[in-house]
């Protein structure tokens, strides 16, 4: 007679609910410590390319210069103070632009951009002579955004108006004109607008030393009182209207503006 001895069996052949708790929980530990390292991995991935883009590739090979007609793309370079082998993401694009305003001085605007995989595009848009400042006896050509071109000229440039009275804090070359009149700039900006959207030519001069009695002169003959810098664009376009229909080539005198209510244009004969 064979003897049969009780077998243990372990409770989870017994408890095919706890085998299968204990079976979903490796697999939720094993896809946790796979995530981990597919994270781990990506990470290493993401940090050598980061270091090869900034040692070994994308290093400039071409710097493209565009729009200049003031300078040689060698002189723009080297104020730019970047070279070829360059790192085109080590390389700070603002940082270039400054160098550029700072060392060429007739250059109103600079972009600098990167044009993968190697090449840097600089543009650069030359300065324009607008008018002339008039300070202390000496004149002073800047561009259209103020910058200062030339300094310390006997007489201004032909074909450009004169500012007057804008008390600038600093002239020297290169530097954008502020006034010691936090107000006064900004009204410099409107009148040059003014003037520019209505085209209104032959104007010689804009006198803002009383910026409540702002005087412009008109081919040399006129002289037009706006008064205060209220309005300042619809007095210019009116003072230029009422010109243009009442002037002839011979007519010398003054016009002063009287705010919305119009306009007076006196001969020179009867301004007393």
Request: include cysteine.
């Amino acid at each position: 007679m064979q003897d049969i001895q009780k077998r243990s069996y372990p409770d989870t052949a017994r408890n095919p609910q706890r085998q299968n708790s204990q079976g979903l929980g490796y697999r939720k530990k094993r896809k946790k410590n796979l995530t981990l390292y597919y994270i781990l991995v990506f990470a290493l991935m993401v940090t050598a390319l980061t270091v090869l883009s900034l040692t070994v590739f994308f290093n400039i090979d071409e710097i493209s210069i565009l729009g200049s007609t003031v300078y040689s793309n060698d002189e723009i370079i080297a104020s730019a103070k970047v070279k070829k082998g360059d790192n085109l993401f080590r390389t700070n694009i603002y940082q270039l632009e400054e160098n550029i305003m700072d060392g060429l001085v007739n250059v109103e605007e600079v972009r600098v951009s990167r044009k993968l995989p190697s090449k840097l595009e600089i543009s650069v848009t030359p300065c324009v002579a607008t008018a002339c400042m008039e300070y202390d006896g000496k004149y002073y050509t800047i561009s259209r955004n103020g910058k200062i071109l030339t300094n310390g000229l006997s007489q201004p440039e032909d074909g450009l108006f004169v500012i007057k009275g804008f008390d600038p804090v600093d002239c020297s070359l290169g530097a954008v004109i502020e006034s010691n009149d936090e107000y006064k700039k900004d009204i410099l900006n409107q009148i040059i607008s003014g003037i520019e959207e209505c085209s209104f030519e032959a104007v010689r001069s804009i006198d803002i030393t009383d910026r409540l009695d702002i005087i412009l002169n008109y081919d040399d003959r006129i002289e037009i009182e706006l008064g205060s810098s209220l309005d300042l664009s619809y007095k210019i376009s009116f003072s230029k209207a009422v010109i243009e229909q009442n002037n002839s080539d011979a007519f010398e005198g003054k016009l002063i503006m009287h705010g919305d209510s119009g306009a007076s244009l006196i001969k020179k004969g009867d301004i007393t």
